[in-house]
Structure formats: C-alpha cells, structure tokens
C-alpha cells in the first residue's frame, strides 16, 4: 500500500467515518488511520447503559440512516457500534487499525505522519480524535487524601459494582444524570452539581439540540447576538431512565462541595458526606497532543481555526470537537455537514 495521500484522517470513529464519505465524493485518495482495535470508536467504551439522545433516523452519518433499535426509542451504545461497523463497510472505508499517531511533522509540501507502526505522507489531515482519551478532572482540594475509589466516566461501566455503597456523581450535564439515575436505584446516592440541573422538556431530543447549536453558530458567524445555543434550552436531556429517576424522586442534586476528605466530601458550611466511591462526569479536552510538534497553539494555549481549517496551517483541518469546529460537530447528526465542509475546503486547496 502507498503511504502517500492526498490526505490521512486520524480517528475512525463517527467524524472519521463521515469525513472518509466526503472525502470519496470529493475524489481525493485518503486514508483513515485509527488507533481502536475494531470500528466504534468511543462508543465501543460506553457505559452499559448509555442512550443516544435521539431516535435512530435522527442520529445518522451522512448518506446512511440508522435503522431503529427494536424496543428502543433512543438507542443504546452496542447499537450504534453495530451502525457505524455496517457504515464503515458499506462504503468500503479505508479504514487501517489499530494505528496510533505519535505526531505530524512539515515537511515542505507535505506533512509526515509518525505512528507506532509505520510512517505515512500527507498533503492534508483531518484530526478527528474526538475527546474521549483526555477525561478531564478538576482540581478539587483533597482529591489525593480520598481514601475511597475515584474514577471517571470513561472506566463507569454499570451500577453492579457500586451496589449498597455510598456514592457520589459530580457533574450535572448528560453524563452525570445517566450515570446518577443508573445508580439511584441500588445505592446511597450524592449527586454534586455546580448548579441545579436543568432539564430540557420531556419532548424535546437531540433533534432540537442541533437546531439551537446550528442557529448560535449561525448567528456569531452573522455578526449577530449569541443565540444561547443549547444552553438556552437546558443541559439535560430527559431520556427515558433519566426521567423515571427523576419522577420516582431519586435525582435531587446537592451543591458542589468544596473538598475531598480522607472519607468523602466536605462544604464549606461544615456539611460532609461519607463515600466509598466518587465517580467525576467532568467532561473532557480535545485530544490533539499528535499537532505538537506543528507548533499550531497560540500563547493562550488555543489551536485558532476557521470552520474547521486551522487559520495557522490551512492544511491542518480539526473535526468533531464540539461547537468548536461546527455546529453540534461532536454528535451523529451534526458531523456530516462540517464533514462536507472540511472535504470541499481541502479539494479547494488542493487544487
């Protein structure tokens, strides 16, 4: 196989996949290199329960509608794993893993691609490495004193482990209230939130989500005030376990504490709570330490781009990493239309 392409994709889960679609349709050669041992890409490490936040007709890549789970109105993880496995062979892909990218290096007119296998040459890449591999914590005071188990979202599988303990979920966006309604049943549960949580109206999905994103991204790129995006709507969206947890009474949110005490968690009115476990759902960062050696950051630690297009090297395109680099860019429905736009810029360049 030449290891020379008009361009190289980094990622293969759902932005990889989407950009690999467009990038045929645009005629470039490519290749998809990703770092996973089998297609899925971050869904593959889901926790058991996770549901998507839309019906499956509404959670698509482009020109391949996801089938409906049955009995499902919002689908699970190992559903979509199935999707975007048939989506990737469907269109036959180029997909080589597993390949992990060490780092992308100038090299005049093209960029060298280093990985822990084999070196590859590019005239443009598409990072689509999503955030899952950087779970970010925050700096709590005490957090190395906690004697207890602490984990991320990215290690929570399922509530069986947890059963009869004391546990605290910090977070009050989606992942904080899934996990925390698949643990409120079987455990003494503390749910830490820097607000009170908002949820959106029962009949509102991701459908609307990325009408709102699409109309605040339209409306800063216009001039015009921000529209609130999501935000304006709520933070969580009430899929089905998470709203029988909240009518049944077992999600009520409690104020973000201030430490971590060697057996929990203190505020600062003197209050504590005891745990055996801490599970942080604190979001993540982008997972882009493969730039590094492009020296693309400005002083402020920020890649600065244009859509997608890295405004430093216009060479360097960044997809799926939220309203960052498009409109709902890091969900199903969203990253197909600024796939679209990373292809055409890159065929423009190109030539």
């Not at 908002?198 to 991701?206: C, E, Q, S, T, V």
Request: charged fraction near 20%; aromatic fraction near 8%; hydrophobic fraction near 40%.
């Amino acid at each position: 196989m030449s290891r020379t392409f008009d361009v190289v994709v980094i990622g293969g889960g759902q932005a990889g996949l989407a950009a690999g679609y467009h990038l045929r349709r645009a005629g470039l050669d490519f290749v998809v290199l990703d770092a996973g041992t089998a297609p899925g890409g971050a869904w593959r490490h889901a926790w058991d329960s996770l549901h998507l936040f839309s019906p499956a007709a509404y959670s698509s890549l482009p020109g391949r509608i996801m089938p409906p789970q049955p009995g499902e109105q919002f689908p699970e993880a190992g559903h979509v794993v199935e999707y975007l496995t048939d989506y990737e062979q469907r269109y036959e892909l180029p997909v080589v893993r597993p390949v992990r990218v060490r780092g992308v290096h100038d090299e005049g007119e093209l960029l060298r691609i280093e990985t822990d296998s084999d070196t590859w040459h590019a005239r443009a890449v598409i990072s689509a490495t999503g955030t899952w591999s950087r779970p970010f914590v925050p700096s709590i005071p005490g957090r190395t004193d906690f004697q207890g188990r602490q984990l991320h979202t990215v290690e929570y599988d399922n509530a069986a482990s947890f059963a009869g303990q004391r546990v605290i979920v910090v977070g009050g966006g989606n992942s904080g209230a899934q996990i925390a309604a698949d643990l409120a049943h079987d455990t003494h549960l503390t749910w830490a939130t820097l607000r009170e949580p908002r949820y959106l109206p029962d009949d509102i999905d991701g459908r609307a989500l990325f009408d709102a994103a699409t109309a605040r991204r339209r409306a800063l790129d216009e001039g015009r005030p921000d529209t609130g995006g999501v935000s304006a709507l709520g933070d969580i969206v009430a899929v089905p376990p998470v709203r029988e947890a909240r009518d049944a009474g077992l999600l009520k949110a409690t104020p973000m504490f201030d430490r971590l005490t060697p057996t929990g968690v203190a505020w600062a009115d003197g209050m504590t709570a005891e745990a055996d476990a801490i599970i942080w759902c604190t979001g993540f960062r982008p997972a882009l330490t493969h730039l590094t050696p492009l020296a693309l950051r400005t002083p402020d630690g920020h890649i600065p781009t244009h859509g997608t297009q890295c405004t430093t090297d216009p060479r360097i395109h960044l997809l799926g990493y939220g309203d960052w680099t498009g409109p709902a860019s890091a969900t199903l429905i969203g990253v197909g239309r600024t796939a679209r736009e990373a292809a055409r810029a890159i065929a423009e360049h190109l030539r």
